[in-house]
Every structure is written in C-alpha cells, then in structure tokens.
DNA sequence: CGTTTCGTTGAGTTAAATCAAAACTGGTGG
DNA sequence: CCACCAGTTTTGATTTAACTCAACGAAACG
C-alpha cells in the first residue's frame, strides 16, 4: 500500500463512542449464557455477577476501544461482530482476532489493551466494572476456569491463523475465512440445510484483506474466481451462499476430512 | 517450495524419544522457579508438585509429540529451545509457537496437541501426570492462575506474531524475530553489556524460514544485507551479534520508542 | 438525484519464490 | 592430519503471485 494512502486512513478521526440505555436482561434469558464467560457459574455466582453487570452497545464503525488506552471495565459481546486488530505507525494493519456472540473483551489484570477493538456491525456487549469483576475471579473459581478454557481456545484459533497468514494462498486465504465462519456459524445457527450454508460477513472487503493480510483488490479478485468457479454464490452485498461446504474446504489447503463424511 | 521437495520432507522418519533419566532438582534451586507455572505456589503447593514430577530430556532435533498424538503430561522447559509447529498435507509448514526455559507444554482438559512440538537443541523438561496435575489445578488456585496469566501473555504474542506474518516485508520480519530473541535473553541472561546483544539462536534456516512465513533463501538473503549493512554481525554458526539494538528495532517496522530511550 | 462509499476489473510492477549451483561447516574415519 | 561426506548456507538467474495504480460500476444515503 502506498504511504499516502495509508496515512490517509491513520488519521482518520474516531467517531465518538455513543453509551446506548439497553433493556436490560436476565442472565437466564442470555443468548450466551452457556458459552461466555459465565457458562460455568452457579446461580449464586450468576447473582454476584448481575449486581456488577450493564449493557453497553456500539454502532457500526465505532470503536469499543483503541490500542493504548485505558479501558475501565471487561466484557462479553453479546450481539453482533467486532473486530481485534493492530495498527503500524506507517498505516498498515492486521486483524488479529474477531469477535463473535459469547467472545470475551480484555484481559483481567491489565487496564490497557494493546489492540484497537471494533464494532463491526452494530454490537450490544455485557459489561463488567474491572474492579469488582476482578475481585469476583478472585474469590470464585468457575469465572477464572471458564476465562482459561476460552483463552486457550482462543490461542488455538490464533496458532491456526498463523499457518493461513504465514503460508496459505490468497485463494486458500479466502476459502479458510469463509471455512471458519461458516463453521461458527454451523455450531450456534441453524444445522445447516443440507450443506447449504449462508455466510452473513458484514466484513467489508478491505475488513477482509487486513484479516488475510491481503490487498482488498485481491480479496475481491479471489471471491470472483470462487464465485465464477461456482464454488461459492453472492447473495446480496456482503452475503455470501456456500453450496457445498466441502467442496469449499477443498480450497483451503488444509487436510479436511473432519470427520463429516456421510 | 515444489511439491516434490516438500514431500520429500513430510515422510522424514522421526527418531525415536529418548527417555534420559536426570537429576532430581529440588523446586527451590529451579531455574525457573520464579517464572513457570510453578511461580505462585506456596511452599505446601509446591510440596504436591514435586510428588508429581519428573525430568525428561529430548536431543536436538527430537519430537516432544506430534500433531494428534496423545500426551500423557503436561510440562514446563527447564532448558533449551522448542519449536511449535504445524503442518499442512502437502508439506508447507510454518512454526506457531518458540518454546523458551519457563514456557508451558501442553493444554489441561486435552489429553492430545493438535501441534508438533520439536526439540531444537537439548532440551530438558520438568514434566507432570495429566491427571494429578489436573487435580491439582481444581484443588488449588495458584497453578490456574498463573496458567491463565501466562496463556493469556502467548495470546498476545501469537498475536504480535500475526501482525508480522500478514503485515511486514521479509527484512521486517527477519529483524522482528532478531528484536524478540534478543528482548527475552535480555530478560533472563546478563543485562547486556551497555546495548551490545549476543543472540544464540540455534535456529537453522529454514526454522527461521517456517517461522517467518519465508524460504529459507531469502531468509539467507536479508541476513547477508543486515550483516553488510552493519545493523548484525555474524559470530560462529548461528550466533549472531547485535551491537545496536535500537538500530535493529528501527528495522522491525514498529513504533519503536519502547520507553528506553536515554 | 448527486454524492459517497464500496466493489470490480484491467494493466503494469515488484518482492519474494523457485530453480540451480557453488561454498562453507563440522564430524568421521583412514 | 587430512580427505571426505552430509547437511547447511550463500549467492545468482529467472519466474510468478500478489501488489500497485487507475478507472469504472453499483449500492447505499441523505
């Protein structure tokens, strides 16, 4: 990317974080009561956490927060997409984790992130004051035991992204992303009718391109040929129908054979 | 790399671990005492511990365990160096992971990696039974805490090292690599005799290559114009000199002014 | 509707990969 | 001690996948 482009973008000014009033919610009623960070916790756990707990929501392009800064609380997404990414002085960036429904922000014991976080779509997270939830990992063990099992999961997740980022293709790239997601979104969704998988990425294609460590021009270059190979179909902007995800997983280089085979 | 050449590596035969039988170390002489998963315990956790113990070394170019074997323990590096690594079906791979003296092996609740891990030169672990050491953790506090804080502080640094895969040229990268060797010898060994650095990386290569997401060649090529350029110099094998630091950090792409700036 | 942001496509360039060969290293045994 | 060997490293010539630059559509938006 040329320098000025770049620079361009690195000043761009930060729209101002908007602290929404949301209704608030029953954590027995959660969406994500069973795979965030609570998913361990007894009823009286769960109580000590509601007393600590608020919503908090972000609309698209916000930022939850920016590299360096301090940020007063931890939490939960609840809703919606958000991107984990780092910014090099001269402008180039490179996503290094995205955030879907039940993913944890920030780390206990630490005020300040390293890396810009933000919204995607519009996200609604579930939010914990630092102090009080650091106290409560303290004297419970479920929270800290569940925040340990997400954070190896999360390494795992990181290590896999190392390989895509250090060795794969751009069309192994591009195929690996739609793989991913597709997969998440196979486990909380709907069971998959029959294969065919829709892929609601609100990842724009540049959004994509720092996720693969690609130019945009070259992600849209790559999604075309997949699309023209029928390999994979394009619904309306940003919607993306896999018809066969197996024939997909081909793509990504990968072993495959996960176990699915009919 | 063609598809010939990287086959011709995948079937490379492993050699056979070795089992060594070492000398007891009492945990309060340990090396790494203060800095491995052992750093919290009290003395009565650390009495547990040493029950549960054992030492085991591998020589260079040994497999600690390959990607789906099981792994009958966990265990932290006493001494020596260890790569993470994985793989891809046709041979392409690319390191995940520099195991270093305090570094954890292996992931509680999993009884198999889904990584090659390999010895680079000797390597002597300090190794636990899965199950006590489980037990272990659910009993006491102070093993699953510093587990988290340390996962947590390797999520960061495969996270560091996505930037500088998807992101950075090959001579930001090789220098990238150089800066964290050097950032953790400076850590554990001398302070570094006013900013002159030795670096004994036994890396060959194409270690450096798979961990940098390059061949090996060129990783040969950047070394040869950082070492005429005067920012390294070439001590024995694999021995490289840093006279600046700060010249090498300037060659990463980072920000740099990492605060030690006299 | 203009306007702006986002996405596609084309033409030319370049950093790193590939292919190839020579030079160096360290260990082994005659 | 030296010749030899296997593994490693360096260097050179060429190719290529992805980047850069540029222009043009297509949605989204007030």
Redesign the interface.
Same mark, same amino acid.
């Given at each position: 990317m040329p320098l000025d482009r770049r620079l361009a973008k690195a000043v761009t000014v930060p729209s101002i974080p908007k602290l929404t009033k949301d209704v608030e919610i029953e954590c027995a009623g959660c969406p994500i009561r069973h795979r965030a960070v609570c998913a361990k916790c007894a009823p009286d756990e769960l109580t000590r956490l509601e007393e600590i707990k608020y919503y908090r929501s972000y609309e698209a392009g916000q930022a939850i927060t920016w590299a360096g800064d301090e940020m007063g609380f931890v939490a939960s997404v609840v809703r919606g997409v958000a991107t984990?990414s780092?910014t %090099? @002085? *001269?402008g180039?960036?490179?996503m290094?984790?995205l955030l879907l429904p039940s993913d944890f922000i920030g780390?206990p014991?630490r005020s300040s992130t390293?890396?810009d976080v933000t919204a995607v779509g519009e996200v609604t997270l579930c939010c914990f004051r630092r102090k009080p939830f650091e106290q409560l990992m303290a004297t419970t063990?479920h929270v @800290?035991?569940r =925040? &340990? /099992?997400m954070? =190896?999961d999360?390494? *795992?997740a @990181?290590?896999?992204? %190392? &390989?895509v =980022? !250090?060795?794969?293709t751009a069309r192994e790239k591009i195929a690996s992303l739609l793989t991913i997601i597709a997969r998440r979104e196979a486990t909380v969704g709907v069971p998959a009718m029959k294969g065919r998988i829709t892929i609601d990425l609100q990842l724009t294609r540049e959004a994509m391109a720092d996720y =693969? !460590?690609l130019t945009l021009e070259t992600v849209s270059r790559q999604i075309s040929a997949l699309k023209n190979e029928g390999v994979i179909e394009l619904g309306t902007q940003r919607r993306i129908v896999v018809p066969d995800i197996r024939r997909l997983m081909a793509e990504t !280089? /990968?072993?495959?054979d996960g176990g699915l085979i009919a």
């Open positions: 984990i780092q %090099m @002085a *001269d180039r960036k490179q290094v984790g780390r014991g390293p890396y063990p @800290a035991e =925040l &340990l /099992d954070s =190896l999360e390494l *795992d @990181a290590r896999e992204w %190392m &390989l =980022l !250090g060795r794969k =693969l !460590g !280089g /990968d072993d495959m």
